[in-house]
């Protein structure tokens, strides 16, 4: 079992920053990629960010230029820095892990989500 926990979120105006956190723990031997995602009202859950161990980092054009993801592979760990935010990006924001876990099996594994409002 693999838990994932976000923390960071809540209220904040237009122009301010946030950095969202992810912390994974559990039965792990390696964290392949880890991403966040996020969810508005009504609508599909949409890939923002994500770091694989090796490639490309990956930003959604909505958000480049103004989040940056991050990891810590010795802590298990995924930051979302988020500067310039625009009401348009509030929403949950889920974090989700494809994670190695003995005795050799890969699953991906996703957070609770964590409440992100930017009011105009």
């Known amino acids: 079992q693999v838990r994932l926990v976000e923390s960071g979120g809540g209220l904040v105006q237009a122009g301010d920053s946030l950095r969202l956190s992810c912390a994974a723990s559990?039965?792990?031997?390696?964290?392949?990629?880890m991403a966040w995602y996020r969810q508005h009202p009504g609508k599909q859950r949409e890939l923002v960010a994500g770091?694989?161990?090796?490639?490309?980092?990956y930003y959604a054009d909505s958000v480049k230029g103004r989040f940056t993801i991050s990891r810590d592979n010795a802590k298990n760990t995924a930051d979302l820095q988020m500067n310039s935010l625009k009401p348009e990006d509030t929403a949950v924001y889920y974090c989700?892990?494809?994670?190695?876990?003995?005795?050799?099996?890969?699953?991906?594994?996703w957070g609770q989500g964590i409440q992100v409002t930017v009011s105009s």
């Open positions: 989700n892990a494809y994670v190695l876990s003995p005795p050799g099996t890969i699953a991906s594994w």
């Open positions: 559990g039965n792990i031997f390696s964290i392949n990629s």
């Open positions: 770091l694989p161990s090796r490639g490309d980092i």
